[in-house]
C-alpha cells in the first residue's frame, strides 16, 4: 500500500497545517525553583497545575525539539482514563482499596482534561465517545469475557463496563467476523497535537517559558545542563517518556517500544453508512499484536499498531518515519476488520516510542534527598495517565499530602532492563510468539494460545 506522507512528525500536525516554529532556547545560565524536562503532556500539566497552585514559582521547560514532539503530537487520541497495567503488581505493594482508587483517578482524567480544554479555550476536537473491545475469534472472545469481568471485579463504577453479543457489537461497527466485545463508557476522542499544542499555550499564558531546541544532557540534583546553558533548580522533574533512555544513566530505566498509524483519506457518507461507527467509539480488538483505531473529525480513520516494535538501544525514530511493512501491515488489519474500506486511499504514515518500564506499570515520584522527581512508562495509556501524573507531581513538590500522593503508582521502584542484546532479543521473541499466537487463534484455537504466555513471560508484560 502507498502512501502520500511518510513521517513529518505525524497527521495531526499535518491536520493543523504545518509543524510549529519552534520557540526561543535557553539563553543561558538561569536559575529557577522548578526545571523540568520535556516538554509533552507530562511536562505541562505539571507546570499547568504547580503554576495554578503556586504563580510564585518559577517553573521553566526545557525540550530538545518542540512542545508536543514526542507521543504527546503522535498518539491515536485515546482520552480513555484506562488502567492498563496490572492491578496484582500494584497489590504487591498496596492494597486493594488502594488500587481501586488509583483506578478511579485514572478514570477521572477523563472530565478534568474537559474541563481544563474547557476553561484555557483548548479546541482539541474532543468528543465523549465509549471504548469498544472486539473479537473476531473464539479465543479472542474468551479473553474479551474474561477482561469485562475483572475490570467490573475493580471498577468503583461496575455499570460503566457493558459485555456485548456478536449482534450489538456489529450494530455500533460493522466488523468482519465479528463475534462480540465489550464496551468501557465515559471516555473521550481527542485530536492529541492540539491539546498538547494549546496546553503549551495555557502554560505560557501563566508565565512559565518553555525554551525549545535545548538538548538535556545531564540532570543532577539542583541542576540540568544543556547544550545552551545550566538551570540550576532544587527541584527537577524528568518527564521525557519514551526518550528517557537517551539522557545518560537512564538508558535501562524505560524500553522505547515503538508503535505506529495511518489514516485514511476521508470517507464518502455513503461507505460510512456501511461501516458504521457513529458513535465514534475508541476501537480496539483482543488480539495479542493489538490495534487501536479512532474516527476523526473529518471522517478519517486512524489505524495503529505495533511496527518494528523496538530499536536496538533504544533508538527513536527520525521525525516519525516509518518502514513499509508497518504501512503494509496496519493496512492488512484496517481491511481485515473493515474489508469496506479497502479502495480508500492511505494518507499519512507515521511512528513514535512510548515508555516501558520492566515490569509494564507506569510510576510518579519524587526522591526527597535529591528532588530530583519523574512521571512516565504509560505503556501507551499516556494521554490521560499524564494528566494524573501532572496533579500528583504539583502535589509532590508542594509537599501537599493528598489522595493523589497515597495512590500505589507513587515513588514505586522498578528494577531497570537487561542491557543489550537481551532487551532486542528479548522484546522481538515476545512479540514474534505473539504473531504467531494470533496466527493460531484465527486459524481456529478455542482459547488463548500459550505462546503468548510465554511471551509475556519473557519481558514481564
Not at 494528566?387 to 493528598?402: C, H, V, Y
Request: neutral net charge.
Amino acid at each position: 500500500m502507498q502512501v502520500k506522507r511518510n513521517g513529518d512528525i505525524s497527521f495531526w500536525y499535518a491536520d493543523l497545517g504545518a509543524v510549529p516554529a519552534p520557540r526561543p532556547p535557553l539563553p543561558g545560565d538561569i536559575e529557577a525553583d522548578v526545571a523540568i524536562v520535556g516538554a509533552g503532556y507530562t511536562g505541562l500539566w505539571t507546570a499547568y497545575y504547580l503554576k495554578k497552585a503556586k504563580p510564585s514559582l518559577r517553573i521553566v521547560l526545557l525540550e530538545r525539539e518542540f512542545a508536543g514532539f514526542g507521543a504527546s503530537g503522535r498518539n491515536g487520541g485515546w482520552l480513555s482514563g484506562g488502567f492498563g497495567w496490572s492491578r496484582e503488581k500494584y497489590l504487591k505493594t498496596s492494597t486493594r482499596q488502594g488500587v481501586t482508587a488509583m483506578q478511579k483517578a485514572m478514570a477521572g482524567c477523563v472530565d478534568e482534561v474537559i474541563r481544563v480544554a474547557t476553561d484555557e479555550g483548548i479546541d482539541a476536537d474532543i468528543r465523549r465517545a465509549d471504548n469498544l473491545t472486539v473479537a473476531t475469534n473464539p479465543a479472542q472472545l474468551h479473553r474479551v469475557r474474561e477482561e469485562c469481568e475483572t475490570i467490573r471485579s475493580w471498577d468503583a463504577d461496575p455499570e460503566r463496563i457493558e459485555l456485548l453479543d456478536a449482534a450489538a457489537t456489529r450494530e455500533r461497527i460493522n466488523i468482519r467476523n465479528v463475534m462480540g466485545g465489550f464496551v468501557i463508557h465515559g471516555q473521550a476522542r481527542v485530536q492529541p497535537a492540539k491539546l498538547v499544542r494549546g496546553l503549551a499555550e495555557a502554560v505560557e499564558r501563566l508565565g512559565v517559558p518553555i525554551y525549545e531546541k535545548t538538548t538535556v544532557t545531564s540532570i543532577a540534583k539542583g541542576s540540568v545542563t544543556t547544550n545552551r546553558g545550566t538551570v540550576r533548580a532544587e527541584t527537577i522533574i524528568r518527564a521525557t517518556e519514551g526518550f528517557t533512555a537517551g539522557i545518560p544513566g537512564e538508558e535501562r530505566t524505560w524500553l522505547a517500544l515503538n508503535s505506529a498509524q495511518i489514516v485514511t483519506e476521508p470517507l464518502s457518507p455513503e461507505l460510512w453508512r456501511e461501516i458504521g461507527w457513529e458513535g465514534h467509539e475508541l476501537l480496539g480488538n483482543a488480539a495479542h499484536a493489538y490495534c487501536y483505531a479512532q474516527r476523526t473529525r473529518e471522517g478519517r480513520i486512524t489505524m495503529g499498531g505495533r511496527g518494528v516494535p523496538y530499536r536496538y538501544g533504544s533508538r527513536t525514530d527520525v521525525n516519525g518515519q516509518t518502514q513499509q511493512a508497518t504501512i503494509d501491515q496496519l493496512h492488512t488489519i484496517l481491511t481485515t476488520l473493515l474489508p469496506q474500506t479497502a479502495g480508500c486511499r492511505i494518507d499519512h504514515a507515521w511512528c513514535g516510542v512510548l515508555g516501558v518500564p520492566r515490569d509494564w506499570c507506569t510510576t510518579v515520584g519524587l526522591d526527597p534527598k535529591t528532588r530530583i522527581g519523574w512521571a512516565g512508562g504509560y505503556v501507551g495509556l499516556g494521554v490521560s495517565s499524564s494528566n494524573l501524573s501532572g496533579r500528583t507531581l504539583a502535589d509532590l513538590i508542594l509537599g501537599n499530602e493528598t489522595d493523589l500522593t497515597r495512590l500505589p503508582w507513587v515513588n514505586r521502584k522498578v528494577r531497570p532492563w537487561e542491557p543489550e542484546p537481551f532487551r532486542w532479543l528479548g522484546v522481538h521473541s515476545m512479540y514474534q510468539l505473539y504473531r504467531i499466537a494470533d496466527q493460531r487463534e484465527a486459524a481456529g484455537l478455542q482459547y488463548t494460545s500459550k505462546l503468548a504466555a510465554l511471551a509475556d513471560s519473557l519481558t514481564g508484560h
